[in-house]
């Protein structure tokens, strides 16, 4: 069981990138094995799945019946100024941009995101 438009794993061998960065699942794929998608999910709202199953899946992906009846019922958290009180996501702009850093081991991290996603954790 793989998802091909998922992240793919995380290697940090630049030399091992190309061959182990590939999951088995896209592997499968490109040698043609047939593909199956599972149309039901139950772990978001569907507020929240909207863009990737639009934009990953050709909106093949919905939430099951119980998801659809809780986020009708659930509010998102008390204690941060949500856009829209009835939408659990909000997009905040961070600076200007540049405060991204690149790691020897290949991966990324925004310092200045990440403090400002502890203070608001912090006040939920």
């Known amino acids: 069981v793989g998802d091909t438009r998922q992240l793919p794993p ?12 590939v999951s ?8 043609g094995v047939g593909l199956f998608t599972l149309q039901t999910q ?7 799945l909207e863009h990737p199953s639009n934009y990953f899946y050709k909106g093949m992906v919905g939430c ?8 009708k019922t659930q509010a998102p958290p008390e204690g941060f100024p949500w856009p829209n009180a009835t939408q659990p ?3 905040i702009n961070v600076g ?10 290949g991966g990324r991290s925004n310092p200045s995101e990440a403090k400002l996603v502890v203070e ?5």
């Open 10 to 21: 995380t290697i940090t061998s630049m030399e091992l990138r190309d061959t182990l960065g």
């Open 24 to 31: 088995p699942m896209a592997r499968l794929e490109k040698a």
């Open 42 to 48: 139950y772990r978001m709202p569907p507020s929240l």
């Open 64 to 71: 099951a019946d119980q998801i659809i009846q809780l986020s």
């Open 89 to 91: 996501f909000a997009f």
């Open 96 to 105: 200007n941009g540049n405060a991204e850093v690149a790691h020897s081991f």
């Open 120 to 124: 608001i954790v912090s006040q939920i």
